[in-house]
């Protein structure tokens, strides 16, 4: 099988801005009360689903969500392509002479190297916070988390799905379509600077997650610009 880069990496636009951002990161999420109570909701949510096993960070960041990970007994494959963000993890937490963790970042971080992953090895998939917006298609990266997860095994994603309306009907058509294309909106970060985020409907995500193997278990409003945490387990 041949992987290709998502297009968070082939694109490098979602890339070149968290690299901006990325010094600032923690500070900005630590600010931010909502922010706060939802990743700790997404962390007690997670420890309640998930056995203790080896799991993949996919979109890690500056490793917010490291510490509860390994306090919890998880064995963590830390995977974020912004070099900068994967830099502050270092310097923060030390990732890469962590024990129980091992690191995918930068250049490395593609769907190459999680294909290089043993098959049936993971507890879990987990992408916290919207790193899954920046991917457009997200059939054949479904599948590829599908291969790692061990039968019962969990994908849990948080991603925003802060439609305007006008994305909103051109979801609505889409879906309709049986279409698992996503709706895409250029995002000005400063001037002269953008970003495309991919916006996956409900049903456009459980499609592309039955198709490799996933069955939907549950979904979760959550009160952080129209977060939504969904639940997946591999059949």
């Not at 080896?54 to 392509?81: C, H, M, N, R």
């Not at 991603?159 to 294309?181: E, I, Y």
């Not at 979904?219 to 610009?225: A, G, K, T, V, Y």
Request: proline letters at 3%; glycine letters at 6%.
């Amino acid at each position: 099988m041949t992987y290709h880069d998502f297009d968070m990496t082939s694109t490098n636009s979602a890339i070149d801005y968290y690299d901006i951002i990325a010094e600032s990161y923690d500070q900005m999420m630590r600010d931010d009360e909502p922010n706060v109570k939802v990743r700790e909701a997404v962390r007690t949510y997670f420890c309640q689903s998930v056995p203790q096993g080896k799991i993949l960070d996919f979109g890690a960041g500056t490793g917010l969500d490291l510490e509860w990970q390994l306090s919890a007994g998880y064995e963590v494959i830390f995977y974020e392509p912004s070099a900068n963000m994967a830099s502050q993890a270092e310097k923060s937490l030390g990732i890469s002479k962590r024990p129980g963790v091992s690191t995918i970042v930068g250049k490395k971080a593609d769907l190459e190297h999680i294909g290089m992953l043993p098959d049936a090895s993971l507890e879990a998939v987990f992408s916290n916070f919207a790193a899954l917006n920046s991917v457009e298609h997200l059939k054949e990266t479904f599948a590829v988390f599908a291969s790692k997860l061990k039968p019962g095994g969990h994908l849990i994603c948080v991603l925003t799905n802060n439609f305007d309306k006008v994305s909103r009907l051109k979801s609505v058509f889409s879906d309709l379509a049986g279409s698992q294309a996503a709706i895409s909106k250029k995002v000005e970060y400063t001037k002269g600077q953008s970003m495309h985020v991919f916006y996956h409907s409900g049903r456009s995500l459980r499609r592309a997650a039955a198709n490799s193997g996933l069955r939907f278990e549950q979904s979760i409003q959550l009160d952080f610009e129209k977060h939504e945490l969904t639940h997946f387990i591999k059949y």
